[in-house]
């Protein structure tokens, strides 16, 4: 961990030794984060030579993460399967060319010449990656996590990968591709993954870990519950879309979307991707310019959306719904302050779609397209007109919608939107 200073909490600002296992802040119990020693690297590698344009994995931004790959000491403990660097795809709509935007698909569920993959086909990977490549380096050997389905699912691949053990809780109504692969995981296996089926949601699932499987001695990496390291990961997310390409290669030239309109269940992604892009701008590389950050929800389960629009600080839990869009059934986290605090700062906003939108979105994509949509992508697309109307998004506006995840696991619950079958 060449690069990290102390983990620090992300509400309070209480620091902890950047070794420590941890979970919640001792003092407020909200979530903490990584805190790198920027000036360190910037006084050993420049403004981005820590940068690794030609490594197609999301490693290739070397010391900006806790794991410095370029570093024999941290090297022996990154697990990697190829995860990350997925392409931001050009994506031609009517609908954009009537804002006079300019539309991109941040695609994270398919493999794309020329570009790394996502092993389970998931954003998901990202925060998986870096949650076991820092377990191993700090002899963590029992890790447990309570999901909607694709954590789940990248956790146990990962953890298989790393030599480690895994608890995967999740609920019996999980997408079936995902619920059958880490049970197979679980069956092929059995001294490294164990899959616990609890009924109800992701809130339901934590209290099992909570109460059953943390005192076993499992470390929990539930959604910014462990220090920070899942958010790490999906900061590579926002890096890749601020990265020099195209015409600003030449000159490394880094830039910001004007726009990042991302499904939002727990949010560890908009902490990260923001978290990255302040630290691009104490490394000298952008300005003060953000992202206007847009999070989705599903209608069924809202809680961004109401505290966003009552202006509350943060969330009221309520009972959740149901929803096609599964990663966004998240009624309550502990992060969900500082997601708030994120689309205030930047002039975002948090929306909501309803399944028959979703669905309407993926079935005439795939028609007009041929492009695919996970369920909780698709919802970025279907509020794309309402956020003209709120002129969040404009005329020559770079907008980036997150596709995370691969529709086939989903099916068959969308499987009537593809005509049969992808």
Same mark, same amino acid.
């Given at each position: ?47 981005d030579r820590f940068w ?72 998901k990977d990202r925060g998986m ?37 895994? +608890? ?14 880490? +049970? ?167 929306? +909501? ?51 995370? +995840? ?17």
């Amino acid at each position: 961990m060449r690069y990290v200073a102390q983990l620090t909490c992300t509400v309070c600002g209480a620091s902890y030794p950047p070794d420590r296992p941890m979970n919640l802040c001792e003092g407020d119990g909200r979530p903490v984060q990584v805190v790198l020693d920027l000036d360190r690297l910037r006084a050993e590698q420049g403004p981005d030579r820590f940068w690794d344009p030609d490594r197609r994995d999301l490693w290739r931004f070397g010391g900006l993460l806790p794991l410095d790959v370029n570093d024999p000491d941290d090297r022996r403990h990154v697990v990697s399967l190829g995860e990350g660097a997925t392409p931001s795809l050009p994506y031609g709509h009517p609908l954009a060319d009537r804002i006079g935007c300019r539309l991109e698909v941040k695609d994270e569920g398919k493999p794309h010449a020329g570009f790394g993959a996502n092993p389970t086909l998931s954003f998901k990977d990202r925060g998986m990656a870096m949650t076991a490549s820092m377990a191993r380096a700090l002899g963590l050997n029992r890790l447990a996590v309570p999901t909607q389905g694709n954590a789940g699912d990248a956790l146990a691949r990962y953890a298989i990968a790393a030599g480690i053990e895994a +608890a995967v809780v999740m609920s019996p109504d999980t997408d079936r591709p995902v619920l059958g692969n880490v +049970a197979a995981l679980a069956a092929l296996h059995p001294d490294r993954v164990t899959l616990e089926l609890v009924p109800g949601t992701i809130v339901d699932c934590a209290a099992r870990v909570r109460d059953h499987y943390v005192p076993q001695g499992f470390f929990s990496v539930a959604t910014f519950q462990e220090p920070g390291w899942r958010t790490e990961g999906k900061k590579t997310l926002g890096l890749e879309m601020a990265e020099p390409r195209g015409d600003r290669l030449a000159d490394r030239r880094w830039q910001v979307p004007d726009v990042i309109v991302y499904p939002t269940g727990g949010g560890t992604g908009v902490v990260g991707m923001a978290k990255g892009f302040d630290e691009l701008e104490a490394l000298g590389l952008i300005g003060p310019e953000r992202p206007r950050f847009v999070c989705v929800q599903s209608s069924a389960t809202t809680p961004l959306v109401r505290a966003f629009d009552r202006g509350d600080e943060d969330i009221t839990p309520e009972p959740p719904g149901q929803t096609i869009a599964t990663g966004l059934n998240v009624a309550k986290n502990v992060g969900h302050l500082n997601v708030l605090r994120i689309i205030r700062e930047t002039g975002g906003c948090a929306i +909501a779609v309803d399944d028959d939108r979703i669905r309407e979105v993926i079935r005439q994509e795939w028609r007009d397209r041929r492009f695919a949509w996970s369920p909780e992508g698709a919802a970025t697309l279907a509020v794309l007109e309402e956020l003209a109307d709120r002129r969040i998004v404009g005329r020559g506006d770079r907008v980036v919608l997150v596709n995370t +995840a691969s529709p086939e696991k989903y099916l068959p619950t969308i499987r009537d939107c593809f005509d049969g079958g992808l």
